[in-house]
């Protein structure tokens, strides 16, 4: 490989300045999974959907596994709702904590069919 490889391809693209506060809300939303909304003018609008600092206590790490199948129903959910995965995940686990022991037993037997 020579130097000329290495040559940019495409012209920098100017970009508009911001403030360090702006950098550091926008690099926290997407660290929380929270869309960054623009209006009709170009203006970013705040959006609230991920956590909030005095809650981040109640939040503990975890590890599992999934189907394909399931990441990519997860993956469009997020994207058609703009709700982070573990919010999603955690609403899917309540709803179906709430519902009574008939109707789980239900819904376990027809994701053993989807198997």
């Known amino acids: 490989m020579?130097?000329?490889d290495l040559k940019r391809k495409k012209p920098k693209l100017d970009r508009d300045k911001i403030s360090v506060e702006d950098f550091i809300e926008d690099a926290n939303?997407?660290?929380f999974g929270r869309p960054t909304m623009i209006d009709e003018e170009g203006r970013k609008l705040r959006v609230k959907l991920g956590l909030d600092k005095s809650t981040t206590?109640?939040?503990?790490h975890a590890t599992f596994s999934l189907?394909?199948?399931?990441?990519?129903q997860l993956d469009d959910l997020a994207k058609q709702t703009g709700i982070a995965k573990s919010k999603l995940l955690r609403i899917l686990?309540?709803?179906?904590h709430d519902k009574s022991t008939?109707?789980?037993h239900h819904?376990?037997?027809?994701?053993?069919?989807?198997?």
């Open 102 to 104: 008939g109707e789980q």
């Open 67 to 72: 189907t394909t199948k399931s990441i990519d």
């Open 57 to 60: 206590k109640v939040y503990r």
């Open 107 to 115: 819904i376990l037997l027809r994701g053993e069919e989807d198997n």
């Open 93 to 96: 686990i309540k709803e179906f």
């Open 2 to 4: 020579s130097l000329t």
């Open 29 to 31: 939303n997407y660290a």
